[in-house]
């Protein structure tokens, strides 16, 4: 039987299928000519409604974008839009918390934008992202500016982390204005790179003072970037020029080191730590051991490392941002830790096909990423269902936007899924709603579907029809101190005493 933190998790965190009609707007700023563009009144009848501490057979109401009751048997008067969901479940949309879109990198810049991503995200069951805004020239507030402008083909609520790429005496100050006035509440550094996104050890040491003195959340892309530098000389000199020489140039043990040197720095600082996309053993391991010593560190799980294993990377369309290191029974060794679960991405970062040849003769040249929006959810469900140890709650708390997001209670938003899980689906690049003329997931099928999404109170896929509105999606600011930052004053005040210094002495 199907468990039900594993199944509320599984579908807050994202999903994504697809197939079928595709009644996309224009990618400009127009508007469809669709009923689906306003709110409309909503009434799901008779599913299982599936909430992170709870599930009951109800009726939902929606009205005017809200969650107006969740109770059996609700009337309504004519008007209203009535959805039979007998023997299905309802859900949360998905919540994707690792996003790439529109992102300018390695020469290029990622194939979906805000509208193409974001369609394929609500056709799979998410209704809302967190995308990562990278600088320009290492300038926070103009990478803001640019990425609103990038954003506003939205058609589904999105929010911003923020990359730190270089530390002087304005960036700390930029820091202050995104997160008091701008709505991130989280920070991203680098340690992989060399040369462009990486950062210092010093560098990483002042963005975690920093992210603690606000309540803000530290994210690391955790790789020893000198290593996988050398690694990758190496390889050239060796004539191993293809993707596999990807892999080969950074073995699991860079990502572990990389992990375990950013959780002692936190560590040091006392401040909370999340680390993005945990691709090996090596990295669960460490994370893992800071959580049984009582840290406060999150593991990043993303799909492409729970269903792919190694023997994709010697494929020439897979170039993500480290080995996959068959790492789904890793993962499945370390469920005990709930919150280890709590934050299922995708790293969704796509190029096409033209785009990766850049590097048919140089894996260092081939732009690194994947696709999974539009199909985490679907995956996820058919490989993880049954493995338990996750919560929803437990991921939107991270972000601080439960539960206006993530459930589905009066006052919620009314982003919503119905989920057939006697369905079925089928991956495949002809038919998937991404720009990418590829996919990593290509043939794969299973059972569990997501039939209808509802986001903001609009219908905006159902009957394998895609209805989505260049500009109707909405930027949701996140306040800063999560739950994570419950009992870290105290933890100072007992630091501080455990000192027992300065002496005084004669």
Not at 368 to 397: C, F, K, P
């Amino acid at each position: 039987m199907v468990h039900l933190r594993s199944l509320i998790l599984l579908l807050t965190i994202t999903l994504w299928p697809f197939s079928g009609l595709c009644q996309f707007c224009d990618s400009g700023l127009g508007y469809c000519n669709s009923e689906s563009a306003l709110p409309s009144k909503i009434l799901i009848k008779g599913g299982t409604v599936v909430n992170a501490d709870h599930q009951e057979v109800a009726d939902v109401y929606v009205e005017d974008g809200i969650i107006v009751a969740v109770r059996p048997n609700i009337k309504v008067a004519d008007g209203v839009r009535v959805l039979d969901a007998k023997g299905k479940f309802v859900m949360p949309g998905g919540i994707d918390p690792h996003t790439h879109l529109a992102m300018e990198f390695m020469g290029t810049e990622t194939i979906d934008n805000f509208f193409s991503g974001q369609a394929a995200a609500l056709a799979g069951g998410t209704t809302m992202h967190i995308d990562f805004v990278i600088p320009v020239n290492g300038s926070l507030s103009k990478g803001f500016e640019a990425y609103v402008e990038k954003s506003k083909l939205s058609c589904m609520d999105y929010g911003f982390h923020m990359a730190i790429t270089k530390w002087d005496d304005i960036v700390p100050k930029e820091m202050e204005i995104m997160v008091n006035e701008k709505g991130i509440n989280s920070f991203k550094f680098f340690l992989a790179y060399k040369g462009s996104l990486m950062i210092s050890d010093e560098l990483l040491l002042e963005g975690l003072k920093k992210c603690k003195s606000l309540g803000a959340l530290a994210m690391v892309h955790a790789e020893n970037g000198d290593a996988v530098f050398e690694g990758q000389r190496r390889m050239i000199e060796l004539g191993i020029t293809g993707p596999e020489g990807h892999a080969l140039s950074r073995p699991p043990v860079l990502e572990g080191e990389a992990t375990a040197r950013a959780i002692r720095l936190a560590a040091f600082v006392n401040t909370p730590l999340y680390v993005v996309h945990v691709m090996s053993s090596d990295a669960m391991e460490e994370i893992a051991r800071a959580q049984k010593s009582g840290q406060k560190v999150i593991g990043e799980p993303v799909v492409s490392g729970l269903i792919l294993d190694d023997s994709v990377l010697w494929d020439p369309d897979f170039v993500c941002h480290e080995p996959s290191n068959k790492s789904i029974r890793a993962w499945e060794s370390t469920s005990s830790s709930i919150i280890y679960w709590s934050s299922k991405g995708t790293d969704h970062c796509t190029f096409n096909s033209t785009q990766k040849s850049l590097g048919i003769d140089d894996f260092r040249k081939i732009p690194n990423g994947v696709n999974g929006l539009e199909e985490r959810m679907h995956l996820v469900w058919d490989t993880m269902v049954e493995s338990g140890q996750i919560s929803a709650t437990d991921y939107v708390r991270l972000f601080n936007i439960y539960p206006r997001k993530g459930a589905i209670l009066a006052g919620s938003d009314a982003d919503i899924i119905i989920f057939n899980p006697n369905s079925t689906f089928q991956i495949s690049a002809h038919s998937h709603h991404s720009r990418s003329d590829t996919n990593v997931y290509e043939g794969r099928s299973g059972k569990g579907k997501v039939e209808v999404t509802i986001a903001g109170g609009r219908i905006v896929w159902e009957n394998e029809e895609l209805k989505v509105v260049p500009g109707s999606g909405r930027y949701i600011s996140m306040p800063p101190f999560n739950y994570l930052y419950h009992g870290i004053n105290k933890a100072d005040a007992n630091y501080l005493t455990s000192l027992k210094a300065p002496v005084n002495r004669i």
